[in-house]
């Protein structure tokens, strides 16, 4: 299977703490992209990181790339309740992306 | 405005029926997709289209048959629906292939 894996399948955390999910993947890429999907939504892109970048940041969110390692990192600074959602990672080649298994994140206020 | 509209929401059908989902996306994108969302939320990639045309497959059965009338449209029609069936289909467009996505809401479809 080409799926990429994601870890922790599952994260809960108290609200004002960090979350950091993790994400591995198999093929070689062109970006890597990270979505949040709310409990019976649509998903949602957060953030794209070239795979000559290694480091991103918007708001709140911390990508990190390492195409050595073919992994990638999402950080959640000051997490709030609102950030309850699963985060997917997904890979992007020709026509086609590979997302993650996804990380539940539960923040408890 | 909904960048991308899907219809119907929920469909619950019987086991064998035909049925047909409907996409539109008014962000001006060149490519849409399809994706299936199973239970366990998997999101797998079915078909990639690119100004109308299919580009990929995902060697998804031949009872399902994309369809794009326009670049704004991408429509999915499924014959003779198994139990397997059931999950959640997104459909999702792009500026272009590796651009960030915009998906849908989902149409939760059971089948009976």
């Known amino acids: 299977s080409q799926q990429g894996e994601e870890d922790p399948q599952a994260l809960s955390i108290q609200e004002g703490e960090n979350a950091t999910m993790n994400c591995s993947y198999k093929?070689?890429?062109?970006?890597l992209q990270w979505y949040r999907q709310n409990s019976g939504r649509g998903l949602v892109h957060l953030i794209l990181?070239?795979?000559?970048?290694r480091e991103k940041h918007s708001g709140r969110l911390r990508v990190t790339l390492d195409t050595s390692k073919k992994s990638s990192s999402l950080l959640i600074t000051a997490s709030r309740a609102a950030d309850t959602a699963s985060y997917f990672c997904?890979?992007?080649?020709?026509?086609?992306?590979?997302f993650g298994t996804g990380t539940r994140l539960k923040v408890l206020a | 405005d909904t960048a991308v509209s899907q219809t119907p929401k929920y469909l619950v059908t019987q086991m064998g029926n035909d049925k047909s989902i409907k996409c539109e996306q008014n962000?001006?994108?060149?490519?849409m997709y399809w994706y299936k969302q199973d239970s366990k939320k998997f999101l797998k990639i079915m078909f990639s289209?690119?100004?109308?045309?299919?580009?990929i497959n995902e060697t998804v059965p031949n009872r399902f048959s994309p369809k794009s009338p326009d670049k704004a449209h991408l429509n999915l029609h499924i014959n003779s629906l198994e139990l397997g069936d059931s999950a959640v289909y997104f459909c999702?467009?792009?500026?272009?292939?590796?651009?960030?996505?915009?998906f849908g809401p989902g149409t939760r479809l059971l089948v009976l």
């Open positions: 289209y690119n100004n109308k045309e299919l580009i």
């Open positions: 962000l001006g994108h060149d490519t």
């Open positions: 990181i070239r795979s000559n970048e």
């Open positions: 997904a890979t992007a080649g020709t026509y086609k992306y590979i």
């Open positions: 999702a467009s792009s500026q272009d292939d590796r651009a960030s996505q915009y």
């Open positions: 093929t070689s890429i062109n970006n």
